[in-house]
């Protein structure tokens, strides 16, 4: 059962356009949400993140939308830069009777072209 | 300043053999996670450490897998009797304290390859 879901495993972009990346959960408790970028043979990285109560979250070309509603969040780059070629993996987490719990999306593949 | 480590970088085992993986974590960060990644699937969470309490288990895959964590430092997840499934690149996170909305800075991992 993927609380998280990454549908696209993979999306290319000219470079300067904008590229726009999607992710769907499932579980109502989750209140809040991140995304985290990984080159190869590299642990993921941070990048931005986004509380339940906010429906957007912006630093410098990265911007975050949540929809409650429809359970559903996405990551907008602009302008997609080569540099921004990598995985990028959606993640919720919430507190659940006193622990927390952490789940990941299987991710979507940015190619930018350059 | 030095970021999360992990060792060894890469473990070639045959099945039914234990082995044992090291996590190092960011110095000063009391919480520690353990996640899996089998090849293209996304990072699944095992189990995470509040100083060196382990509040919920329910994460890891079998009764084979157990970590550990001495006070406020290394980790180690250990797989008993290894099998092929296994094989996965494992990753250590950790972060100043546990919460969900911290974020969690990761170790390159360990690719282990179950023979």
């Known amino acids: 059962d993927q609380q998280v879901k990454q549908n696209s495993p993979s999306l290319s972009v000219q470079e300067g356009r904008i590229s726009i990346l999607n992710c769907d959960y499932t579980?109502?408790?989750?209140?809040?949400f991140l995304w985290y970028k990984k080159y190869p043979a590299e642990g993921p990285t941070f990048l931005i993140s986004i509380s339940s109560i906010k429906d957007k979250n912006e630093d410098g070309r990265f911007t975050v939308f949540l929809n409650k509603s429809a359970k559903h969040l996405s990551l907008h780059i602009v302008p997609s830069q080569p540099g921004d070629s990598a995985v990028y993996f959606c993640a919720a987490s919430a507190e659940i009777a006193g622990t927390y719990k952490y789940i990941f999306g299987t991710g979507t593949r940015l190619k930018v072209l350059a | 300043g030095a970021g999360v480590s992990q060792s060894p970088s890469n473990k070639v085992t045959e099945k039914g053999k234990d082995v044992e993986l090291r996590c190092d974590p960011i110095?000063?960060?009391?919480?520690l996670y353990w996640y899996r990644q089998r090849l293209g699937q996304g990072l699944e969470f095992l189990i995470y450490f509040q100083g060196n309490s382990a509040p919920d288990k329910s994460g890891l895959p079998s009764d084979r897998f157990s970590a550990e964590r001495t006070g406020e430092s290394v980790s180690t997840l250990t797989i008993q009797r290894t099998q092929q499934e296994d094989s996965a690149v494992y990753l250590c996170?950790?972060?100043?304290?546990?919460?969900?909305?911290?974020?969690?800075?990761f170790g390159p991992g360990t690719r282990l390859t179950v023979t």
């Open positions: 996170a950790s972060s100043p304290i546990v919460g969900q909305k911290n974020e969690q800075y």
């Open positions: 579980n109502s408790m989750f209140d809040y």
């Open positions: 110095s000063g960060h009391t919480a």
